[in-house]
């Protein structure tokens, strides 16, 4: 039997997210990075500081492993590599989002103006429009300049490799059976609940990120884990009851929403702007991705039905919820 030793780096953030957090992981041939944090000094030093105390060096490490393609969990990648060139190893999904391959980003720009058109989201919709533009150009230098390899196989260095996509679509979690337990990229965070952020698939048609999300969530209490190692926060301990909650939440959001259309609310920017008022202002992209999301979840439930008028999404309740 395998074992596995897992050495937390929980690295302080000033906003909500608390800490970011990436894991190094002891086997008997090799030293893994799971996720590398911002690429900024205070990761790097954490990074640098954690193999120290341990009796560990950077050249000690055997490889790199991501949990998705966010900011937040691959900042050091290209730091650590071109220091000591290891493998980095993500989902073959992560890999033109890494890459910031040129196509892809026009791909999902085109994909976003065509859904905050159809969702009448109006002069707010086309502002965001224009940022991701002008972010297709400054992102360029952000491209990872590391080689990476897909993960293709169930199975990498004695974890099991769980597709859990929802907050990323290329996220993935790695389950070490012996010592039961999961690490699990952002699919469940202690003290907020992750966001399934809406994007498109590779062909540009919209994934049912919220449906997945809960999926995976789903995926994640069937495994039956002493722990899940997060991406942010603490480590959660027992986590099935906190899963539960989750995905009551989702509920309680989908059932508040029917109710609003019921009352005659028929847009996704029309449901946006009454439930989210300043943060709609200040975070106009992740509450249209939480609104649609719950849209999306209330029509694979036959809940509600929508119907393009004058190029705008409508929504209604089906005639079997209206009794
Ligand atoms: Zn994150």
């Known amino acids: 039997m395998a074992v596995i030793e897992i050495i937390p780096i929980l690295v302080p953030v000033k906003f909500d997210l608390k800490t970011v957090n990436f894991y190094l ?11 590398g944090g911002y690429n900024d000094e205070q990761c790097w030093n954490a990074l640098i500081s954690t193999l120290e105390n341990n009796n560990l060096q950077l050249r000690d490490l055997t490889e790199i492993i991501l949990t998705h393609h966010h900011v937040d969990h ?34 999902r720009v085109e994909f976003f103006s065509n859904l905050y058109r159809s969702n009448d989201c109006g002069e707010k919709g086309e502002k965001q429009i224009a940022y991701l533009h002008k972010a297709i150009r400054n992102n360029q230098k952000k491209a990872m300049q590391a080689d990476v390899i897909g993960i ?17 679509p290329d996220q993935l979690a790695f389950l070490d059976k012996t010592g039961n337990q999961l690490i699990a990229g952002d699919l469940l965070i202690e003290h907020i609940s ?8 590779e062909h540009g048609n919209k994934l049912p990120s919220l449906i997945q999300h809960n999926d995976s969530l789903s995926k ?13 926060g603490k480590i959660i301990n027992n986590p099935n009851p906190l899963i539960k909650k989750r995905l009551e939440r989702t509920e309680e959001k989908a059932e508040r929403l029917l109710n609003q259309i019921k009352s005659g609310i028929t847009t996704a920017n029309g449901l946006a702007e009454v439930n989210y008022k300043k943060i709609y202002e200040q975070q106009f992209s992740l509450v249209m991705s939480e609104i649609i999301g719950h849209l999306d979840y209330l029509e694979h ?7 393009l008028l004058h190029g705008i999404w409508q929504y209604s309740v089906t005639s079997a919820c209206k009794i």
């Open 25 to 35: 992981i002891k086997q008997n041939k090799s030293l893994t990075l799971i996720d």
């Open 74 to 107: 691959v900042g050091l990648v290209d730091r650590i590599v071109s220091k000591h060139p290891i493998p980095v190893y993500a989902s073959p999904l992560s890999i033109p989002r890494l890459k910031r391959d040129k196509a892809f980003f026009e791909m």
């Open 152 to 168: 293709t196989e169930p199975t990498l260095l004695n974890f099991e490799v769980i597709q859990v996509p929802g907050h990323a």
């Open 194 to 201: 992750s966001n399934a952020l809406v994007e498109p698939d």
């Open 220 to 232: 994640c209490m069937s495994l039956n884990v002493d722990r899940v190692y997060s991406g942010h």
């Open 301 to 307: 439930k036959q809940k509600i039905q929508k119907d």
